[in-house]
């Protein structure tokens, strides 16, 4: 029976490329803002925990043992999944670009680009998927791993490159002092 339900969870993650959420999101052909990013991962988030809930859950309700078994299943493989899943949206956000837009408000004389907000909206899907508790991840890897998003969000939003975005450069006359400021 143990075999089985391995075999069978298995099998799912498998069909899920091993991977919680997948980066569809980045093969949509028009870009999409920082929000339905994260709307689009997170309920794919979801959508992974429901397969298992109604798949899996029922099979080891009865003893103690089976659910103790299916507990560390669980965790060994959502914790495998968790980690192939943020490997692969760092590589997205790394390797793919136009994919996002951001929105940029003229305030007064300046451009203002809302980092933070930016920078929530696309750490949020990793934060959820860490919060389950059959992910075991440490406060180190956690800390690690937001690092590591942070610094790949910091490198796309650096304002040099920004500031070489030709649209950009067109609406530089139209700003006093041609300067562009970030709002954090």
């Known amino acids: 029976m143990t075999n089985a ?21 980045a093969t949509i052909s028009e870009p999409i803002n920082p929000k339905e990013v994260k709307d689009i991962i997170c309920a794919q988030i979801t959508a992974f925990y429901e397969v298992f809930k109604k798949k899996i859950d029922p099979l080891f309700s009865d003893t103690e043992k089976k659910k103790k078994f299916l507990e560390i299943t669980l965790c060994q493989e959502y914790t495998k999944a968790a980690h192939a899943s943020i490997k692969n949206f760092i590589k997205t956000l790394q390797n ?8 940029c408000w003229l ?9 933070r907000m930016i920078m ?5 899907p990793i934060e959820l998927m860490l919060k389950n508790d059959k992910v075991k991840i440490t406060p180190e890897e956690a800390e690690d791993i937001n690092e590591q998003i942070n610094s790949v969000i910091e490198k796309l939003l650096r304002i040099d490159e920004i500031y070489k975005i030709p649209i950009l450069f067109q609406f530089l006359n139209l700003i006093k002092n041609e300067q562009v400021c970030l709002q954090i």
Request: no cysteine; proline share 2%.
């Open 5 to 25: 339900v391995r075999s069978k969870i298995r099998h799912i993650i498998e069909e899920r490329q091993n991977l919680i959420f997948n980066d569809s999101w």
């Open 120 to 124: 929530e909206e696309l750490k949020a």
């Open 96 to 103: 793919y670009h136009g994919v996002i837009f951001i929105e």
């Open 107 to 115: 305030n007064e004389d300046r451009l203002t680009v809302p980092l």
